[in-house]
């Protein structure tokens, strides 16, 4: 199981993360949402990787901006979905 470095802390992919995770509507909603800048969408990850609550990291995910955070909490929720696994890219 990898973490995953992000500017609001270590994100650690445990099932606990991914079954919180996947209770916002499944693995893909949370992607689109993620894409979409769902700021509540971004806290919940945020929350679930750090093992914190919400209002504990709701100022710190504002303070970094949304846009400096999709990238590392997209490749974390995808991390989740492959069982706390990087995905590996395509080989041509």
């Known amino acids: 199981m990898s973490s995953i470095e992000s500017p609001v802390g270590n994100l650690i992919p ?21 894409a979409g800048f769902d700021f509540d969408a971004f806290v919940a990850v945020v929350a679930a990787g750090t093992g914190k609550k919400a209002s504990e990291v709701e100022d710190a995910v504002y303070e970094a901006g949304l846009p400096n955070l999709v990238e590392s909490l997209s ?3 995808e991390s989740l979905a492959n069982g706390g696994k990087p995905i590996k890219p395509a080989t041509p």
């Open 75 to 77: 490749a974390f929720v």
């Open 14 to 34: 445990t099932l606990r993360a991914a079954r919180s995770v996947n209770a916002l509507g499944g693995f893909a909603e949370v992607l689109r949402k993620l």
